[in-house]
C-alpha cells in the first residue's frame, strides 16, 4: 500500500547533516520526496512509497542523526504524488 506523509520536525536539526540524513535514509528505503529547512528553523520531509518503508523514514525522523536533538514531530498525512527521487530542497 502507498503512503505519503509530510513532517515537520522541530528542535536542533539544522546545520549537522540531517537533510542529507533523511535523504540518505531515504534513498537506502526506496522513498521519494523532499526534505528543507525552513526558516523558522525547523526542517520539512516529505515522503512517499510503500507503507511499511515510508513508517521507517518517519521512525529515522523522530531519532535523527547523532549531533541532533529532537522536541516534535508533526506528522500529516498527504495524497501520494508519485514523485520519481528524494531531493534535498534549498529555501
Same mark, same amino acid.
Given at each position: 500500500?502507498?503512503?505519503? *506523509? @509530510?513532517?515537520?520536525? #522541530?528542535?536542533?536539526?539544522?546545520? +549537522?547533516?540531517? @537533510?542529507?540524513?533523511?535523504?540518505? =535514509?531515504?534513498? @537506502? =528505503?526506496?522513498?521519494?520526496?523532499? *526534505?528543507? =529547512?525552513? &526558516?523558522? !528553523? @525547523?526542517?520539512?520531509?516529505?515522503?512517499? !512509497? =510503500?507503507? &511499511? /518503508?515510508?513508517?521507517?523514514?518517519? &521512525?529515522?525522523?523522530?531519532?535523527?542523526?547523532?549531533? #541532533?536533538?529532537?522536541?516534535?514531530?508533526?506528522?500529516? /498525512? &498527504?495524497?501520494?504524488? /508519485?514523485?520519481?527521487?528524494?531531493? +534535498?530542497?534549498?529555501?
Amino acid at each position: 500500500m502507498k503512503k505519503s *506523509v @509530510r513532517l515537520y520536525i #522541530s528542535g536542533t536539526v539544522q546545520g +549537522i547533516f540531517f @537533510r542529507q540524513f533523511i535523504k540518505d =535514509n531515504a534513498e @537506502r =528505503n526506496n522513498v521519494k520526496g523532499f *526534505v528543507r =529547512n525552513l &526558516e523558522d !528553523g @525547523r526542517v520539512e520531509v516529505f515522503a512517499e !512509497g =510503500n507503507q &511499511e /518503508d515510508v513508517d521507517k523514514i518517519v &521512525e529515522f525522523c523522530q531519532k535523527g542523526p547523532k549531533h #541532533s536533538k529532537i522536541d516534535k514531530v508533526e506528522i500529516k /498525512d &498527504e495524497k501520494f504524488q /508519485d514523485l520519481k527521487e528524494f531531493k +534535498i530542497l534549498h529555501i
